[in-house]
């Protein structure tokens, strides 16, 4: 499977960007995907995630009511719209496919990661 990040950049605070994901490959034994961000001198956080069946969402505390993850069926392709952007957001912004979604929270757990993405949200 291969992940192909695209769509960070720099915006002003309480702008927005949105973030994609395509996935490739063979994706059949793929249950999830799910969005982390890495800021400098930080570890990677979980940021956002969905189950591919019954499409269920989940959200970091920190960004629950600002961003949005979705997929697009047709595309194999997961996005993120992120938007009331602070810059405490700002970050190197990682999508990865999980096998076993019990653990989707945990980084660790994802079997494939695309490429980051920055993303900086400026004051």
């Known amino acids: 499977v291969q992940l192909q990040a695209s769509g960070g950049g720099l915006v002003q605070a309480g702008g927005s960007l949105r973030l994609s994901c395509a996935a490739s490959?063979?994706?059949?034994?793929?249950?999830?995907m799910g969005w982390f961000r890495q800021a400098p001198g930080k570890e990677r956080e979980f940021v956002a995630a969905?189950?591919?069946?019954?499409?269920?969402?989940t959200y970091a505390d920190s960004v629950k009511g600002r961003f949005t993850i979705s997929r697009d069926n047709l595309k194999n392709m997961v996005t993120l719209q992120m938007n009331g952007l602070k810059p405490e957001d700002t970050a190197v912004y990682y999508c990865?496919?999980?096998?076993?979604?019990?653990?989707?929270?945990?980084?660790?757990?994802?079997?494939?990661w695309g490429q980051g993405t920055q993303v900086t949200v400026s004051s």
């Open positions: 990865g496919a999980i096998r076993d979604y019990s653990n989707y929270r945990r980084d660790s757990n994802y079997d494939y």
């Open positions: 490959g063979r994706t059949s034994g793929i249950t999830g």
């Open positions: 969905i189950r591919w069946r019954g499409y269920s969402t």
